[in-house]
């Protein structure tokens, strides 16, 4: 592995500095218009979807320069586009398994993002163990009726389509009855719930679907197969844009320490606490590994190789970090770090959240949490990171009649 950037990368890296200075916007983006308006910029110049093939609108950008766009705007904290989940994830999906014709429908508008997307997997009742999903999609003709309900829907009452697991064989294994298709969530017998969350944003929704007709055409590779499908997109989910989670860590550590430099408690800085400094150090060496962790999995990829299960060591190690930083930043505030809403900056240190926006640090704080949870839970990625990459035992069952003989004292 060459840690190196050659002359080139280094020259796109210059070029795409300069346009962020130029273009990103100067007022907090506060409107969906707003964001949109930006999303069109950064499509325009080139920056969306860079690595899609050039006939659906991308340009076939190698994942390096893909790396260094994430990684500069993150280092600026500019805002994200629109559609992450439909860029992210549905866009590679149907690369992947798509028809021609969901390719040429579809890939377009959602790079554009004049169609956005949603992702319809987890359930009230399966969300770790997703593959006991239970909304079903029955075959009438040639179409599918789709019945059931699923939760945690990112952006879902701002979706037009979705990109969703159904049950297609309830008498199957629970992994090979399962379906992927895409969804119009404009249709008739589709109702999202938009719900409100403890700080006050609403960035999911549950979505009702009753005898929803989904023409035939919207399944995405063979039926029954969608829980292999489901694992491609996932991948995605839990390895994409490392390289932006470095420089977001390393900007939020400039803001720990200059928290920590200037705040006074007792007439003291916390700089001057030997503790806090030396939470300080670990988390600048855990920066490190997690840089480090980056450059081995952008090494993959440019060779070709897609993300596997060690993106699951990426998904855990950023989020957690993620927790560790927030919650030190939120000691090191003292009451400062618990005034919610939007003015934060009263210290000259404007609170700044895990993914391109700013808001209060509470609301940093407890989105750092959520990120332990969304795309499969830490515990989950252990298990993963447990069984398909160090080749553990799947599962180790004991029987407790046995345990109970075994405890008893003449056994
Ligand atoms: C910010 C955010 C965005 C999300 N966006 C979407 C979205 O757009 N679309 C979508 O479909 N879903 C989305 N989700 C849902 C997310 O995928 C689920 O919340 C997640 O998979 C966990 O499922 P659950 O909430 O049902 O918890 P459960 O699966 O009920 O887990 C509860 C607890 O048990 C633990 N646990 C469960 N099973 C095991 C096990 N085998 N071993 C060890 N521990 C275990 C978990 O780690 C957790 O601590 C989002 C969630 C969040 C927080």
Same mark, same amino acid.
């Given at each position: 592995?060459?840690?190196?950037?050659?002359?080139? /990368?280094?020259?796109?890296?210059?070029?795409?500095?300069?346009?962020?200075?130029?273009?990103?916007?100067?007022?907090?983006?506060?409107?969906?218009?707003?964001?949109?308006?930006?999303?069109?910029?950064?499509? /325009? =110049?080139?920056?969306?979807?860079?690595?899609?093939?050039?006939?659906?609108?991308?340009?076939?950008?190698?994942?390096?320069?893909?790396?260094?766009?994430?990684?500069?705007?993150?280092?600026?904290?500019?805002?994200?586009?629109?559609?992450?989940?439909?860029?992210?994830i549905?866009?590679p999906?149907?690369?992947?398994?798509?028809?021609?014709?969901?390719?040429?429908?579809?890939?377009?508008?959602?790079?554009?993002?004049?169609?956005?997307?949603?992702?319809?997997?987890?359930?009230?009742?399966?969300?770790?163990?997703? =593959?006991? !999903?239970?909304?079903?999609?029955?075959?009438?003709?040639?179409?599918?009726?789709?019945?059931?309900?699923?939760?945690?829907?990112?952006?879902?009452?701002?979706?037009?389509?979705?990109?969703?697991?159904?049950?297609?064989?309830?008498?199957?294994?629970?992994?090979?009855?399962?379906?992927?298709?895409?969804?119009?969530?404009?249709?008739?017998?589709? %109702?999202?719930?938009?719900?409100?969350? #403890?700080?006050?944003?609403?960035?999911?929704?549950? #979505?009702?679907?009753?005898?929803?007709?989904?023409? =035939?055409?919207?399944?995405?590779?063979? !039926?029954?197969?969608?829980? +292999?499908?489901a694992q491609t997109t996932l991948s995605y989910e839990r390895g994409g844009?490392?390289?932006?989670?470095?420089?977001?860590?390393?900007?939020?550590?400039?803001?720990?320490?200059?928290?920590?430099?200037?705040?006074?408690?007792?007439?003291?800085?916390?700089?001057?606490?030997?503790?806090?400094?030396?939470?300080?150090? %670990? #988390?600048?060496?855990?920066?490190?590994?997690?840089?480090?962790?980056? !450059?081995? #999995?952008?090494?993959?990829?440019?060779?070709?190789?897609r993300p596997g299960p060690e993106s699951s060591?990426a998904k855990?190690?950023?989020?957690?970090?993620?927790?560790?930083?927030?919650?030190?930043?939120?000691?090191?505030?003292?009451?400062?770090?618990?005034?919610?809403?939007?003015?934060?900056?009263?210290?000259?240190?404007?609170?700044?959240?895990?993914?391109?926006?700013?808001?209060?640090?509470?609301?940093?704080?407890?989105?750092?949490?959520?990120?332990?949870? =969304?795309a499969g839970?830490? %515990?989950?990625?252990?298990?993963i990171?447990?069984?398909?990459?160090?080749?553990?035992?799947?599962?180790?069952?004991?029987? +407790?009649?046995?345990?109970?003989?075994?405890?008893?004292?003449?056994?």
């Amino acid at each position: 592995m060459d840690l190196r950037y050659t002359p080139e /990368d280094e020259a796109f890296r210059q070029e795409v500095r300069s346009w962020l200075a130029a273009n990103v916007p100067t007022q907090k983006i506060r409107t969906m218009e707003e964001r949109q308006a930006w999303h069109r910029k950064l499509y /325009d =110049a080139g920056y969306i979807g860079m690595g899609w093939p050039k006939e659906y609108g991308g340009r076939e950008a190698r994942p390096m320069e893909q790396a260094i766009v994430a990684e500069e705007m993150a280092r600026i904290n500019a805002p994200a586009g629109v559609n992450g989940l439909g860029i992210g994830i549905v866009g590679p999906t149907l690369i992947h398994h798509g028809t021609n014709d969901q390719k040429q429908r579809f890939l377009k508008n959602i790079l554009s993002g004049e169609e956005l997307w949603c992702q319809l997997y987890s359930e009230p009742n399966s969300g770790s163990d997703l =593959a006991s !999903l239970q909304c079903r999609a029955e075959i009438d003709g040639d179409t599918f009726i789709v019945n059931g309900q699923k939760i945690w829907t990112s952006g879902g009452h701002h979706s037009d389509w979705g990109l969703m697991l159904t049950r297609t064989d309830p008498r199957a294994q629970k992994h090979d009855g399962i379906s992927c298709m895409l969804v119009d969530l404009r249709s008739e017998g589709v %109702e999202a719930r938009p719900l409100k969350q #403890i700080n006050g944003d609403t960035g999911f929704s549950e #979505i009702f679907f009753s005898n929803v007709v989904v023409p =035939a055409d919207n399944l995405i590779g063979e !039926l029954n197969t969608g829980w +292999r499908i489901a694992q491609t997109t996932l991948s995605y989910e839990r390895g994409g844009s490392l390289m932006a989670a470095v420089s977001q860590n390393q900007r939020i550590f400039g803001r720990l320490v200059d928290a920590a430099t200037s705040l006074q408690k007792d007439g003291k800085r916390a700089i001057d606490d030997p503790n806090i400094r030396r939470r300080i150090g %670990e #988390i600048y060496r855990e920066i490190e590994v997690l840089r480090y962790a980056a !450059l081995r #999995i952008l090494s993959r990829l440019e060779k070709g190789q897609r993300p596997g299960p060690e993106s699951s060591v990426a998904k855990l190690h950023r989020s957690e970090l993620n927790k560790r930083v927030q919650n030190l930043i939120n000691e090191i505030m003292g009451p400062y770090g618990l005034v919610a809403g939007d003015a934060p900056d009263t210290l000259g240190l404007e609170a700044d959240v895990s993914y391109g926006e700013s808001g209060s640090w509470a609301h940093a704080l407890a989105a750092s949490y959520s990120g332990t949870i =969304a795309a499969g839970t830490s %515990e989950v990625q252990k298990n993963i990171l447990g069984e398909r990459v160090l080749g553990m035992p799947k599962e180790i069952r004991v029987d +407790r009649l046995q345990l109970a003989e075994a405890a008893k004292p003449n056994a």
